[in-house]
């Protein structure tokens, strides 16, 4: 994180408080976010998007990281928020984001979802699919605005399973079906047909194929609304290398002007560029097993960075209680799951490790918390935010009752 330090015993800190209070304080594993990074981070894109192309909006893609506390500071910032299912809706109208700055997404939305987000008077409904116009012809009492969601023909250079915009997509409808889409919603009374939507991928670190997405989309034809989705990948391991965030408005930008109409709307879905180097987890060690190689056990692993098993993600990792310590040993930093999956860190560079140290895993703020899971009756841990010498709880850590809470109506019952 941008606002980290080192106190005066060699402890990391973030945001002014020291990873070892924190630790002591909350418990591990926890996930920690710097308030002030994530706050700077939005308005590079808030003010960067408004200075490019004024008739603009950027929405947070909130399955990025869905905690109330998060979506309260995205509307704060002056962030619309995407949400892709009823949990994500409730979440945001409880934090107070404005039903008006709400856009829902999904390809497999139910009546259900589609009546609580009608009844909230959300913005827009981005619709994927034929059946889900359906779904609308049914459910419309009012005009409400809708986007289309389209395949661009873009396959994202990523890991598959990010990769959402090639001819093969389960996300959207391909052009050629799309126009017939489109003819359905201008005909209908209620449906305000605005444009189109495109997501090409997450993690894409070249942003000439965000720009040749824009310009696919061109053919589709000419709308009062695009929105080009999210995607922009970031640097994980010192190995890596990612583009800006102006880098990225930059070829966005250009590509629109280049491709779209002057008086478009234009919207971008940023998710994990906006909150993943604001977050770090901390785990406490709990084993040391020197075999061939050196093992470090931490007390969590893929039940709360499910990513490094869903796409193979690794991290960087520093014992956050003595920093200032030299690098003397390479290990495996590994979870606690059962699964061989469960690496955190391959050949992480680390001083000595001792059961009781502070492992701090960076770049874990999109896709941790909302991946969390109960593998191995783990409990979803406690979110922290910090910012000026305070930190503040966003979010309890489970509890073994949580766990047995949904269970035990069924066992009594
Ligand atoms: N818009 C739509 C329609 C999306 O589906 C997504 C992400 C985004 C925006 C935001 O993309 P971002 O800027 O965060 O890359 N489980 C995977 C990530 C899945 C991304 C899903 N969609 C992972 O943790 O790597």
Not at 30 to 51: S, T
Request: proline share 4%; net charge negative; glycine share 10%.
């Amino acid at each position: 994180p941008e606002e980290s330090g080192v106190d005066e015993n060699g402890a990391l800190t973030i945001g002014g408080v020291s990873v070892a209070r924190l630790a002591e304080t909350y418990g591990t594993p926890l996930y920690v976010y710097d308030e002030e990074g994530l706050r700077r981070q939005i308005r590079r894109f808030v003010d960067g998007m408004r200075e490019r192309w004024p008739n603009s909006e950027v929405l947070f893609a909130s399955k990025s990281f869905p905690a109330v506390g998060m979506y309260r500071v995205a509307q704060q910032e002056g962030l619309s928020v995407d949400i892709a299912g009823g949990g994500e809706l409730r979440l945001a109208l409880a934090a107070g984001v404005d039903p008006a700055k709400l856009h829902f997404h999904g390809n497999a939305k139910t009546d259900d979802e589609l009546r609580m987000a009608l009844d909230a008077g959300l913005d827009t409904i981005i619709v994927d699919n034929e059946d889900e116009l359906d779904r609308l012809e049914r459910l419309l009492e009012r005009p409400q605005k809708l986007l289309l969601r389209v395949i661009p023909g873009v396959e994202a250079k990523t890991h598959a399973s990010q990769a959402t915009g090639g001819a093969d997509s389960k996300f959207g409808l391909p052009m050629d079906q799309a126009l017939a889409a489109i003819e359905r919603m201008r005909a209908h009374p209620l449906m305000e047909f605005e444009g189109v939507h495109l997501h090409i991928g997450s993690q894409i670190l070249e942003v000439e194929q965000f720009a040749e997405a824009v310009a696919n989309i061109s053919s589709a034809g000419e709308f009062d609304v695009y929105d080009v989705g999210g995607g922009l990948g970031v640097k994980y391991t010192y190995d890596d290398d990612a583009p800006s965030v102006e880098a990225y408005l930059d070829a966005v930008v250009d590509a629109a002007r280049a491709h779209l109409p002057a008086e478009a709307r234009i919207m971008i879905e940023p998710g994990r560029s906006i909150v993943a180097r604001a977050g770090v987890t901390l785990y406490r060690v709990t084993t040391v097993k020197r075999t061939g190689r050196v093992f470090v056990a931490v007390d969590g692993g893929l039940a709360d960075q499910m990513d490094v098993a869903l796409t193979g993600q690794r991290f960087e990792a520093v014992l956050g209680n003595r920093v200032l310590d030299p690098w003397t040993e390479t290990a495996q930093l590994v979870g606690r799951q059962c699964e061989s999956g469960d690496l955190l860190v391959d050949r992480a560079q680390l001083p000595e490790a001792r059961v009781g140290d502070i492992a701090v895993v960076a770049t874990t703020g999109a896709y941790g918390y909302t991946l969390a899971n109960n593998y191995n009756g783990a409990l979803k841990p406690a979110i922290v935010f910090v910012a000026e010498g305070e930190a503040r709880l966003v979010a309890r850590r489970e509890t073994y009752d949580d766990l047995l809470a949904t269970h035990l109506p069924a066992i009594e019952g």
